[in-house]
């Protein structure tokens, strides 16, 4: 079977028609055309229902669509296996969070593609936890607490937190001063998550309610910047508004433990370069970020 029919299938299959499947891979629409038509030849059934709004996969397509993705991965790790120090090619299709992936991971990225010209960078932005091998992602970006699983996590750097809340909202309800005063408090959350502090050495856990919920932490931020509760976010998104004193840090001498980021994969043997490239970018990125600096004793 042709590798080059499979990446062409995958990028038709991801871009959404042949036009845009085209102009990724450089080549003219005809050609692309040619090696679904002998693709689909091959394998003797349809994986592509072109419509006049361009290409949505058949229910046929869909299931092979995984295998191909697959397929090319491991072909593009063996060249990278085999040619070591060439330029990076291929297709990083990468998971990222969207609460503050497009405005603090989104220019590291760009910077991964100005490097490496010949590589296509592909980023899905979503505050769900994606499967990164089910919907066949090479890589994903997450922050906070990395949960067990069989994923492979190398850490880029801290994330630090804070216990926020408006001046508004603290002159009106005052600010707590412990963990457990946090229950009468109005708390802007994601779910029904807890939220821990460090009291010393001792972690201290508090399961906080509040009738604000939202599942993105910008929108927290602005319901905090809005007075309607305390919110438990990182510094990365609190940044700017603590600055400029619209959010004002509380409960400082119970600071929440730091987090982290990583760069998670699937496991594998052979770590794709590309992907080892990103991760020592993203380290070298963070490290000169104010918005992932270690916050001052007692801020």
Same mark, same amino acid.
């Given at each position: 079977?042709?590798?080059?029919?499979?990446?062409?299938?995958?990028?038709?299959? @991801?871009?959404?028609?042949?036009?845009?499947?085209?102009?990724?891979?450089?080549?003219?629409?005809?050609?692309?055309?040619?090696?679904?038509?002998?693709?689909?030849?091959?394998?003797?059934?349809?994986?592509? +229902?072109?419509?006049?709004? *361009?290409?949505? /996969?058949?229910?046929?397509?869909?299931?092979?669509?995984? #295998? =191909?993705?697959?397929?090319?991965?491991? %072909?593009?790790?063996?060249?990278?296996?085999?040619?070591?120090?060439?330029?990076?090619?291929?297709? /990083?299709?990468? =998971?990222?969070?969207?609460?503050?992936?497009?405005?603090?991971?989104?220019?590291?990225?760009?910077?991964?593609?100005?490097?490496?010209? /010949?590589? #296509?960078?592909?980023?899905?932005?979503? @505050?769900?936890?994606? @499967?990164?091998?089910?919907? $066949?992602?090479?890589?994903?970006?997450?922050?906070?607490?990395?949960?067990?699983?069989?994923?492979?996590?190398?850490? %880029?750097?801290?994330?630090?937190?804070?216990?926020?809340?408006?001046? &508004?909202?603290?002159?009106?309800?005052?600010?707590?001063?412990?963990?457990?005063?946090?229950? =009468?408090?109005?708390?802007?959350?994601? *779910?029904?998550?807890?939220?821990?502090?460090?009291? &010393? @050495?001792?972690?201290?856990?508090?399961?906080?309610?509040?009738?604000?919920?939202?599942?993105?932490?910008?929108? /927290?931020?602005?319901?905090?910047? +809005?007075?309607?509760?305390?919110?438990?976010?990182?510094?990365?998104?609190?940044?700017?508004?603590?600055?400029?004193?619209?959010?004002?840090?509380?409960?400082?001498?119970?600071?929440?433990?730091?987090?982290?980021?990583?760069?998670?994969?699937?496991?594998?043997?052979?770590?794709?370069?590309? %992907?080892?490239?990103?991760?020592?970018?993203? %380290?070298?990125?963070? $490290?000169?970020?104010?918005?992932?600096?270690?916050?001052?004793?007692?801020?």
């Amino acid at each position: 079977m042709d590798i080059e029919a499979l990446q062409t299938f995958v990028e038709v299959a @991801d871009a959404g028609g042949i036009s845009p499947a085209a102009l990724r891979l450089g080549v003219s629409k005809s050609i692309v055309s040619r090696r679904l038509v002998r693709l689909e030849a091959e394998l003797g059934v349809q994986l592509l +229902a072109r419509t006049t709004r *361009g290409a949505a /996969l058949t229910e046929a397509g869909t299931t092979f669509r995984e #295998h =191909a993705a697959r397929v090319c991965a491991e %072909i593009d790790i063996a060249k990278e296996t085999m040619l070591p120090s060439g330029p990076l090619r291929g297709r /990083l299709r990468i =998971a990222a969070p969207l609460s503050f992936g497009p405005t603090h991971f989104a220019p590291m990225l760009a910077q991964m593609a100005r490097r490496h010209p /010949l590589l #296509h960078i592909q980023t899905s932005y979503s @505050d769900r936890f994606v @499967d990164l091998i089910a919907e $066949g992602f090479d890589c994903a970006i997450r922050v906070g607490y990395l949960p067990d699983s069989n994923l492979i996590a190398r850490g %880029i750097g801290p994330i630090y937190t804070k216990l926020v809340a408006s001046p &508004g909202y603290i002159s009106a309800h005052g600010a707590p001063e412990s963990p457990e005063e946090l229950s =009468a408090h109005e708390a802007l959350m994601q *779910g029904t998550e807890s939220w821990q502090f460090m009291d &010393g @050495d001792k972690v201290v856990t508090v399961r906080p309610q509040g009738r604000f919920k939202a599942d993105n932490g910008i929108a /927290l931020v602005a319901a905090a910047v +809005a007075g309607l509760g305390v919110a438990y976010l990182p510094d990365c998104l609190t940044y700017e508004s603590v600055r400029s004193q619209a959010l004002v840090p509380i409960m400082t001498r119970y600071p929440p433990p730091p987090a982290g980021a990583y760069v998670v994969r699937p496991p594998g043997l052979h770590p794709a370069r590309k %992907i080892h490239v990103l991760t020592e970018l993203l %380290i070298e990125s963070f $490290g000169q970020s104010p918005h992932f600096a270690k916050p001052a004793s007692g801020a």
